[in-house]
């Protein structure tokens, strides 16, 4: 029974460069989250998606960055022209997305930019 | 704009007593809420929840306790033991906008 999977656990890329974080929810879940951690802080959420659909991305900078959960396949979480600042772990969650229910976590990935 | 705010960054506790976390939200309209503990290098693991519509639950050592005058949920464990130790989050969410919101967090440790 896979928990939520996430892939690379660790990402390292020069400034300038794009960053491609995927995230495969757990069986049956349908709403995927992505949240980011900076060291020392909480998870702050970044954008809410179903299949095919942003829900809602209020907590993610409206550039450079985008999120996608296509029908097939892993949700996307892209970051182009990085800068040093993206340096963080981001997480990805799922829930069923019924009810009051609790999200599960990925174990992220740490991306640093050089 | 912090909704849900865990003041105590630290917090140490001895070995077979007990742990109290501590977690203010502002937003009135939550109404599930949850704690999480993380391991350094891991994702955040879910511990236990609770509707507002119920002011206490229990699991194990691990007990949530909700006051929704105060807007303040707190969690105890008991008895605490080393593997305890870890930053537990506490998050908050309104089911009708599907956006869970999390506190900073408490690194609990858990001292031999």
């Known amino acids: 029974n896979a928990g939520v999977m996430q892939n690379p656990r660790h990402l390292v890329r020069r400034r300038g460069q794009e960053a491609r974080l995927r995230c495969s929810p757990m069986?049956?879940?349908?709403?995927v989250y992505w949240y980011r951690q900076l060291p020392e802080e909480g998870l702050k959420f970044m954008v809410y998606?179903?299949?095919?659909?942003?829900?809602?991305e209020s907590g993610m900078p409206k550039e450079r960055f985008s999120a996608e959960f296509p029908k097939e396949g892993p949700s996307i979480l892209r970051i182009q022209q990085v800068v040093r600042g993206d340096s963080a772990a981001y997480f990805c969650?799922?829930?069923?997305?019924?009810?009051?229910?609790?999200?599960?976590f990925g174990n992220g990935t740490r991306l640093t930019v050089t | 704009d912090q909704q849900v705010k865990q003041n105590s960054p630290s917090l140490s506790v001895q070995e077979g007593r007990i742990s109290i976390l501590n977690c203010d939200y502002t937003?009135?309209?939550?109404?599930?809420f949850l704690w999480y503990k993380k391991y350094p290098a891991e994702g955040p693991t879910f511990l236990i929840s609770?509707?507002?519509?119920?002011d206490k639950n229990e699991d194990g050592r691990f007990t949530v306790f909700l006051n929704k005058s105060a807007k303040h949920l707190s969690l105890h464990i008991v008895p605490s033991q080393p593997g305890d130790s870890a930053v537990y989050f506490c998050?908050?969410?309104?089911?009708?906008?599907?956006?869970?919101?999390f506190g900073t967090g408490t690194r609990l440790k858990v001292l031999a």
């Open positions: 998050a908050a969410v309104y089911s009708g906008t599907y956006k869970y919101i």
């Open positions: 969650a799922s829930s069923p997305g019924t009810g009051q229910s609790p999200l599960h």
């Open positions: 609770i509707s507002s519509i119920k």
């Open positions: 069986k049956g879940h349908s709403h």
């Open positions: 998606l179903q299949k095919e659909n942003i829900i809602d």
């Open positions: 937003n009135s309209m939550f109404d599930y």
